[in-house]
Structure formats: structure tokens, C-alpha cells
């Protein structure tokens, strides 16, 4: 059964910095895109990041570039999202999620949630 964890969240004050892990399980991680979303009280859950399933192409929304970066190493089955300059718009849950490596749409069509981890970014 595939499965993801994040870990890495927790409540940090603006400008600070944090650094997300997402451990997958029950797939061939090599073989798949990873990305990070994120859904902030009241509102849709957002595209936050993304990388291909060799490493080599990032992904990033227009509010997040500059600040966060996404990597992954295959042979440790886990994704990363560092996070710097945080402000208190980045406050959110933040979910790991995988799908089949293809070469469109890599804001959607994810297949595999993670569980959610909290990211509260104070003023």
C-alpha cells in the first residue's frame, strides 16, 4: 500500500525558515513526479511545487519562487521542500503527494495524499 509522511511542519515567526520531509512507501519512487500543495483555512487547496521524476525539472507557484525549493533524492524515497523568508500567508497545511511521472499538467493529476502537516507562520 503506498503511503507518504510528511514531517517538518511546526510554527515558525516571519522571515524564518523550515524544511519539510515527505517519506514514500509502497511505490517505486523513481518512477514518479512528486509535488507539494497546500490548503490555508477557508480556501482551496493550492499548487505549491513540483519536481519530475528524475530530479531535473522544478515546478513552482508564482508566490513561492525565489523562497522555496523542492528536491528529492530516489534512493532515500523522499521529497524535501525548503522553506525560507516565510510570512504569515504561508500558513497552511502542507501535503506530499506522488503520481506516475508523465510530462504535463504538473499541478494536477496526482494520485497519492499524504496525511497533511501544519505550517503556522507567526507575525
Known amino acids: 500500500q503506498v503511503q507518504l509522511v510528511e514531517s517538518g511542519g511546526g510554527l515558525v515567526q516571519a522571515g524564518g525558515s523550515l524544511r519539510l520531509s515527505c517519506a514514500a512507501s509502497?511505490?517505486?519512487?523513481?518512477?514518479?513526479?512528486m509535488g507539494w500543495f497546500r490548503q490555508a483555512p477557508g480556501k482551496e487547496r493550492e499548487f505549491v511545487a513540483a519536481?519530475?521524476?528524475?530530479?531535473?525539472?522544478?515546478y513552482y507557484a508564482d508566490s513561492v519562487k525565489g523562497r522555496f525549493t523542492i528536491s528529492k533524492v530516489n534512493a532515500k524515497n523522499t521529497v524535501y521542500l525548503q522553506m525560507n523568508s516565510l510570512n504569515p500567508e504561508d500558513t497552511a497545511v502542507y501535503y506530499c503527494?506522488?503520481?506516475?511521472?508523465?510530462?504535463?499538467?504538473?499541478?494536477?493529476?496526482?494520485?497519492?495524499w499524504g496525511q497533511g502537516t501544519q505550517v503556522t507562520v507567526s507575525s
Open positions: 509502497g511505490l517505486t519512487f523513481r518512477l514518479y513526479d
Open positions: 503527494a506522488a503520481r506516475r511521472g508523465r510530462r504535463d499538467d504538473y499541478e494536477a493529476k496526482y494520485d497519492y
Open positions: 519536481i519530475s521524476l528524475s530530479g531535473v525539472s522544478t
